[in-house]
């Protein structure tokens, strides 16, 4: 992770906001700025799989870690509450 965050902490503004092209076999499938690869692709990547996690967890009524704070949550037993931040 810190690799990740130093090169991107390292990026200068006319590096991200460069076009980055897709291409298969020499030819150009899209193209946009480097940090909305960034964004789009390879964040939303991320989001996708915790997200996937989460529901995983709720289906073996595991409590789910809190990602954006605290979190109402409702287990298969129907019990319903918050759970406490934890850093």
Known sequence: MSSAEEYLGGMA?????????LTMRGKQLFSMPRIA???????????????????????LDVPVPVIY????????????GFLPHRE
């Open 13 to 21: 503004d006319t590096f991200a906001s460069a076009s980055w092209r």
């Open 69 to 80: 704070g605290a979190v109402l949550t409702r287990t298969r037993s129907g019990r319903l």
């Open 37 to 59: 690869v960034l964004r789009s692709i390879m964040l939303n990547h991320w989001y996708h799989h915790r997200g996937q996690l989460s529901v995983y967890l709720r289906l």
